[in-house]
């Protein structure tokens, strides 16, 4: 408890002078992502508004906020828990995943792209793998999934795909063994950069279209393992009211 409250203490910061509940959403959703609050976990209104230094009505409405994004859930007379995602949940998340992503790599127009970003996630992907850090290599996945999407240069499209991917997070916190689940798509991901690179759209939408199918299959499996026999919600977790 004391670790996550320290965290949030840090987080201050980014609050500037100007707070507000979107702003505390952002950071309650970086967190959420980041697995320092995972899926079930309930969340206490005075530990986080003391951490981040927010009056109670601010914290509230950006739980209400997250709680909109599918993030949160309120429960009656229990409180605010972080969302444990069912295995539908993770199939329409993919289906998103597809519809939006593939229609951003075949509605690219013509090379050269803007690669940098990508290529960069790639990068970050070798070097999670090269030190073992199989969530730092999810992490990864993850930018250069969000990379992708920014080649529409659509703030729509970027918002949108941000509570998505945040969502999808919280199932993958919920799977036990991080490197069968993540170490695949490295490569998968190069592959999808070099056909970028070399212009060819309709390769890469074809690899990225397999590797969504796959990737769903292999969560599925993995996420329908560990939830079949789901937990009661924590009132004990790290920000749980005492």
Not at 3 to 9: D, H, I, K, T, W
Not at 66 to 89: A, C, K, P, S, Y
Not at 136 to 164: C, I, K, P, Q, Y
Request: hydrophobic share 40%; glycine share 6%; charged share 30%.
């Amino acid at each position: 408890m004391a670790e996550q409250l320290a965290a949030l203490a840090d987080d201050r910061a980014l609050l500037g002078r100007t707070s507000t509940a979107e702003r505390v959403s952002d950071i309650l959703r970086s967190r959420i992502a980041e697995g320092y609050f995972p899926p079930g976990t309930r969340l206490s209104e005075d530990s986080i508004g003391g951490a981040l230094g927010v009056s109670r009505n601010t914290l509230r409405e950006a739980f209400r906020l997250l709680t909109h994004e599918r993030l949160l859930v309120h429960e009656l007379n229990r409180g605010v828990f972080v969302r444990v995602l069912t295995v539908q949940d993770v199939e329409d998340i993919y289906r998103t995943r597809a519809l939006v992503e593939c229609a951003v790599v075949r509605g690219l127009g013509e090379p050269p792209y803007a690669l940098e970003a990508l290529r960069a996630a790639v990068t970050e992907g070798q070097v999670a793998t090269l030190e073992n850090d199989w969530k730092g290599l999810g992490t990864a996945n993850f930018h250069f999934h969000r990379e992708l999407v920014a080649l529409a240069e659509s703030a729509r499209t970027d918002e949108l795909m941000r509570s998505v991917f945040a969502e999808l997070r919280l199932a993958f916190h919920l799977v036990e063994d991080p490197r069968r689940l993540h170490e695949p798509y490295l490569q998968r991901n190069r592959q999808i950069l070099q056909a970028l690179e070399a212009g060819d759209r309709a390769e890469a939408e074809r690899l990225l279209e397999v590797y969504l199918a796959d990737s769903l299959q292999r969560v599925v499996e993995a996420y329908r393992r560990r939830v079949g026999e789901e937990p009661p919600h924590d009132d004990r977790g790290p920000l749980a009211a005492s």
